[in-house]
């Protein structure tokens, strides 16, 4: 590692290098396009911005090539492939806007988090199960009153013989209505650093004592909720790792969340009807605009696909993964906010796919620099990560 010096502080240069796709995964690449064609007209592919759209059915066929858990070993239902595979899967599905949020926390980062530091009977439980796109996770970090800070989380599990007993609430839990199993990060001891105390703990969401309430998103429909614990009981077999561990684990999964391709192509089907809609002759602002975002797309790409070439070499790439999601998140806004800008409401068709796709966009963009840490938790995590040794 070199360091630079800049107005007498000294900085840590960012790991980003530059990749190149293997063979393998262009033919993989040529795999899934082949299979998105072949399923657009049954499923809604391409027609919302952001991979919200929960299709269990899509999520079993995507399980049945293989595509779920693809970097996990074979033994527990995995493709034992690279992450820069994985890349190319999960760009493409998000890329064609695929309905694959039924399946989608599972694979991006509870399985991994469970290979990493989950049991070997947690995994044989649940990661066959994952990647046949059966077995669903939602993610319970958050609080009311608490997102940011994720140290402050009260939802508090108490020893009892056998587990732990549960009791407080979760907000914003994705799809846990539609999940089987949460992961929620919970105090399980008081500590003077805040940091220590706290565990992961794989919550049944049927269990007794479990009351799931919707959030009802912008566009009236429910992809959050609330979920309110009383008492709920948890088996000991069911912390992951040890008890006062879950700190290092949530910091980790974050990782997985925040580097991939989903964070910023979201909004491609957008750009793509933008373009339809533009036409082949745009005028020199329009040019200007469209060639500016394009060049951006493929900037992240390149950044993305550098932070998944780091996961495969074993690294820990928080800081890339962090600055990513950040560029990411200003990426999709600006897709949003050209299309408002480049398309003029006298200009727009009502019902046609770039208005739908549109009105999705603006009422989708004020989650996208929330969602996976806020802007500016992003860039101070920046700011560490440059000036940390
Ligand atoms: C669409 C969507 C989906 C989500 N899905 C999930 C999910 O599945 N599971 C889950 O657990 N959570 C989920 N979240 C929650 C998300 O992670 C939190 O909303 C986010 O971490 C911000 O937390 P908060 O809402 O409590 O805001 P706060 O932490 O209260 O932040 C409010 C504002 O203050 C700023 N701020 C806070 N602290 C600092 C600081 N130290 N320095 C500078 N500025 C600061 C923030 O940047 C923000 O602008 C989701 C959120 C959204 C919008």
Redesign the pocket.
Known sequence: VTTVEAAGSTFRPLGFSSVALPPAARELQAEVRAFLAAEQPRDAIGTRVDWYQPSPEFSRKVGARGWIGITWPKEYGGGGRSMLERYVVTEELIAAGAPVAAHW?ADRQSGPVLLRYGSEAQRRRFLPGITAGEIYF?????EP??????ASVRTAARKVDGGWVVSGR??????AHVSQFMIA?CRTEAAGDRHDGLSQLIVALDSPGIEILPIR?MTGEH??NDVVFTDVFVPDDMVIGNPGDGWRQVTSELTYERSGPDRFLSVLPLFVALIDKVGTRPDERAAASLGSIYAQLWTLRRLSMSVAAELDRGGSPRTEAALVKDLANCFEGLVVDASRDLVPPSARESGDTFDRLLDDGLLSR??F?????????LR?LVAHGLTSR
């Open positions: 926390v939602s993610i319970g970090m958050s009153d608490v997102g940011s800070d994720l979760k907000t914003w839990a994705s799809r990060l998103y992809y959050w004020p989650a620099t929330l969602r996976g840490g806020t802007s500016e938790i101070t």
